[in-house]
């Protein structure tokens, strides 16, 4: 059965009332999904059965699904994912559509953001219905869109499992979260560098930061997005094109404080060995691509550590489910804001020329497609 977007919402509550004497039924509803049909292969959009929540797990109506890196990368590289056709994309918002047993904390009709799983169709994104983890959910306040909040939980999580896994040191720095008790303003003085603040990782990472009460915060970016990201809380932007000698020196002229966490949203080998640079003994540089450090500046005395934003696995999950906890609450103080949004036009359709573009290079701005769209098949 193949339904346009539209009617099959209004068929899904009929349906799902039906379920309860017939659950076969449930089982046979379609949705539009893009689907990467082979490896390095190409995108177009299909069909995919509407998968069913499970126990602790709520089925999402996907109303903005933003583009990240890893998206592009699967498909140019072959990467990560093992099973083909394969449905991407890691962050999603939208609102709850029905409940699995021993849900507590949604109903349908909340609005909510949750983070794709890589590999798993029936978590990922890029399609009109998924699933998301009840521990791994949270609301999204009224005053924000959902194509902003679909801006959140990929990047927020590469930034906070970065920064916070304490449960996972080979990861992360293992500093406190500043959503949990006495977390908050815990590094109060303490000077914090992160490389690349105007990308969608570093623009988590500087507010992160802010919370945690490092000061001064010190990013790199292009000098058009400074004001940004000035108001988010960094307290100097300095220009990425800066020679390193010269970034150097002009941070030295900051702070003479030895530099213990430094997050590299970049993570090229000039930005990589930049940082490491920078960082002072006993200091933790915390990386978003795989490590680059020439390995005669490295001393026992200076970790490096690759996160790894895949917030439901084992190693990840404890924090990943102690700042969804949280979340809701940050969201509706404002105290996390969303990254600035380009909605991408054709809904599904229009995410494999918005995937190239984030290819080519995109400028302090998430691509958000909208999944609900009827778009005209091509
Ligand atoms: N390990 C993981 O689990 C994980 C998770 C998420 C992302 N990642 C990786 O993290 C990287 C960032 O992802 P993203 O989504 O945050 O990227 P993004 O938003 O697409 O990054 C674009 C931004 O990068 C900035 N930039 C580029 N080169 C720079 C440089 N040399 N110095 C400073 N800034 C620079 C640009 O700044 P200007 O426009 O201001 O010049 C631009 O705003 C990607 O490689 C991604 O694959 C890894």
Known sequence: MNVRARPFHRLFATAQAMLIQWPVVFSFLQQHALLLNSRQGSFSVGTTPVPEPGP????????????????????????????????????????????????????????????????????????????????????????????????????????????????????????????????????????????????????????????????PIITTASLYNAPSLLALGATHVFDRHLSPSALRSTIADITNGPIGTIYDAVSIYETQNLAYDLLAPGGCLVLVLKDNVEKDKKSADRRVVNVDASISYAHNRETGVSLYAALSTLLANEEIQPHHVEVLPDGLRGIPEGLKRLQAGVSNVKLVAQPQLEGRWK
């Open 56 to 215: 602790n797990e709520v089925l999402i109506r996907v109303e903005a699904a933003a583009l990240n890196p890893v998206d592009w990368k699967i498909q140019a590289y072959g990467v990560v994912v093992e099973t083909y056709p394969a449905v991407l994309g890691s962050d999603i918002a939208g609102v709850v559509e029905q409940v699995g047993l021993n849900v507590t904390s949604f109903e349908p009709g909340d609005r909510v953001i949750t983070q794709g799983v890589i590999g798993m169709n029936d978590r990922s994104g890029f399609q009109q219905y998924t699933l998301g983890y009840e521990e791994l959910t949270a609301q999204i306040p009224g005053w924000m869109a959902f194509e902003e909040a679909a801006t959140i939980p990929l990047g927020l999580a590469t930034a906070s499992l970065g920064m916070y896994n304490v449960h996972s040191t080979d990861t992360s720095a293992g500093l406190l979260p500043p959503w949990e008790p006495n977390g908050r303003d815990r590094y109060t003085g303490k000077p914090f560098v992160v490389l690349g603040g105007s990308s969608s990782v570093g623009h988590y990472v500087i507010q992160l930061a802010k919370l945690s009460g490092f000061s």
